[in-house]
């Protein structure tokens, strides 16, 4: 049952993954026709063909290798004004007139080389804001949709000792519970502290806090009846951390810290949806986490070249390959999380992947996204300043001749894609 859990899990993010290169795609698609220009394929992975078909114009299918996508645009290349004999001038006008043979009569004007440099930019930003939208979509969907597990108001547990031992039994002599001296029981589901009513759990440790070192008044619901308790929390400091789990320091250098009620109890955890504004405001800064990952890739990738040749750890919230988030989607599946929580981590987990293709393809190298929209700029830029000052217009530029920066670009993230994966197999992240 295990295995099949884990193979599910596996089978729903490459679905996953499948739907967000396709939509990543249907978002250069859809300006691109609407612009009129000629989409000769579209094509969801690389390498050989596994199925396609044809709707008007346009091819559209699967490649074997899931992992990527393009469409295939008339006219990427415009014609060569004068012959480039630069180092790789073969290889460009080889590329260039491949390209170029299937350009017919009625393209004219259709091409993508002709498109504005408005219109170009468009075309190339909407892949990009379809994962970016995506990504927030899902995140949405599984923090306001469907929650988060969450302390509840409900004992499951009461320890009759704070400290306890392996076993979870208390050792001789050791003194009772705040918990088990004011009487909880498990089944116990608090409703006021100190006259308060209360929703969250963290309005409970407020409530005890206001009381510090004194007895707090505690009211709960048992079998649906109204129970008074008095209470007195043993109060032990704790450090504080941010959000990304550093301890906090102040001014000297010394951890900052607070105090903190201990009950002895062990809280039965709850869905707890968030709003749609906390929602939202989590999926903006994961974007900005993932720029600034992406900002220390070089540094990500000599940690994983470390950590695979067994010279140092794996950073758990390092870099991952479509392996490593398949690996992690299993051992979701097949843990004894509730299934809503399940399907919201795996949601979860595919907003993030989608946020990290968003901030990814804005990378300014060709063949990403976001070095063709750089182009474009430039473009808009050149043809400005010589209607401007040269008095003519210089026309597009020629992104034939940027083919060996792109391909070199393309043989580094291959490599980097080999590597991850290598190291998703030898070394891999875990969840435990």
């Not at 034939?400 to 920066?405: F, V």
Request: hydrophobic residues 45%.
């Amino acid at each position: 049952m295990d295995i099949l859990l884990y193979i599910l899990g596996i089978f729903a993010v490459i679905v996953g993954i499948a739907l967000s290169i396709g939509l990543h795609e249907l978002g250069h698609y859809l300006p691109a026709k609407k612009f009129g220009v000629r989409v000769k394929q579209f094509m969801v992975g690389f390498g050989p063909t596994v199925k396609s078909w044809r709707s008007g114009e346009t091819e559209f299918g699967f490649k074997a290798i899931p992992l990527g996508g393009y469409i295939l645009m008339t006219g990427m290349y415009p014609p060569e004004k004068k012959p480039y004999r630069g180092l790789f001038s073969k290889w460009i006008n080889e590329a260039r007139a491949a390209e170029r043979e299937d350009v017919q009569e009625s393209d004219a004007g259709r091409q993508f080389h002709q498109l504005p440099p408005y219109k170009k930019l468009i075309i190339m930003l909407g892949g990009p804001v379809m994962n970016f939208l995506l990504g927030m979509l899902l995140i949405a969907i599984a923090l306001s949709g469907i929650g988060t597990m969450q302390q509840g108001l409900t004992i499951q547990k009461v320890y009759q000792c704070v400290q306890v031992v392996d076993d979870g039994s208390c050792e001789a002599d050791a003194p009772k519970s705040p918990a088990a001296l004011a009487g909880l029981l498990p089944g116990d589901t608090v409703i006021e502290v100190n006259g308060n009513p209360v929703t969250s759990w963290n309005e409970v440790i407020a409530g005890f806090n206001e009381q510090l070192g004194k007895p707090s008044n505690l009211v709960v619901s048992r079998s649906g009846e109204r129970t008074e308790l008095s209470i007195t929390p043993v109060f032990m400091e704790r450090p504080l951390y941010d959000a990304e789990g550093k301890a906090l320091l102040n001014a000297e250098g010394v951890p900052q810290t607070e105090f903190k009620p201990l009950l002895g109890v062990l809280l039965e955890p709850e869905n707890v949806p968030l709003s749609l504004q906390d929602s939202l405001a989590y999926g903006l800064n994961a974007t900005g986490a993932t720029f600034r990952f992406i900002l220390t890739l070089p540094q990500q990738v000599w940690a994983v070249t470390s950590s695979t040749l067994g010279l140092a750890e794996r950073d758990p919230n390092g870099a991952v390959s479509i392996v490593g988030v398949g690996q992690l989607a299993g051992e979701l599946s097949q843990s004894e999380l509730p299934l809503s929580a399940k399907i919201a981590s795996l949601l979860m987990l595919l907003g993030a992947l989608n946020l990290a293709l968003f901030a990814f393809n804005l990378i300014p190298l060709l063949p990403l996204d976001g070095g063709h929209a750089i182009g474009a700029v430039y473009e808009s830029l050149k043809r400005s300043f010589g209607r401007i000052f040269l008095k003519r217009d210089p026309g597009p530029i020629d992104t034939a001749r940027t083919l060996p920066l792109a391909y070199g670009v393309w043989l580094v993230l291959i490599a980097v894609g080999v590597l991850l994966i290598l190291a998703d197999i030898v070394n891999p992240i875990t969840l435990g």
